[in-house]
């Protein structure tokens, strides 16, 4: 079994010898991954329903794993014991779900040391929330899997300046460092964000008016990346 793109740029944020939850771990290809790569991690695969989970053990029980990675159902980190683990990941789901899970469970979430999130939509609402909640983004990475390029944040407690919008809004790693995939992802914001503004024009009420300046200043930024 190799894992995709995607989740192995998930997989090399994961400090060794941790202790770690896949949160939504579906078939536990990401949890296997963990721990056949690093034996000293506790690994714990959880996911809410019952067919995940079953996938996930039957994936597991044919890795030859069954005694080394326990499977749990639950919601969220609602499947975890408080200071169990340091680490989470969470991918393949919306940012704003994301934050509502991270956020649902407190007593779990104040006792983490990382979490490695993928977001697959709204990361600038994700990246905001981490911050005004004593988190920080430590690094990021860019990876491409089946046409698409995703977003994998490492986050960390500590508190420091928020970014500004743009940077929220693509990445302050992603733009410092401008990593391969950097122009690619960079021209997709862009399609994205004229895609917004051309539904924006159709409408001709004043907020419709305001969100349309907003964005065009966010295209006209975005450009600007692609020409230092």
Known sequence: MRLDDRLQAVADFVPSGCRVADIGTDHAYLAIELYKNDSSRFVIAADKNAGP????RRTIREAGLADAIEVRQGDGLGALKAGEVNTVCIAGMGGKLIADILEAQPEIFDGLEYAVLQPQNAALYLRQWLYEHGWHIEDERLSKADGRIYQIMLA?????AMPGQLELFAGPVILRR????????????????????????????????????????????????LTV
């Open 178 to 225: 401008r990593q391969e995939l950097f122009s690619e992802y960079i021209k997709g914001l862009i399609e994205g964000q004229e895609r917004i503004a051309a539904g924006l024009r159709q409408a001709s009420s004043y907020s419709a008016a305001d969100g349309l300046s907003r964005v065009t200043e966010q295209i006209i930024k975005l450009k600007e990346l």
């Open 156 to 160: 960390r407690p500590g508190e420091t």
């Open 53 to 56: 989970c079953d996938a996930a």
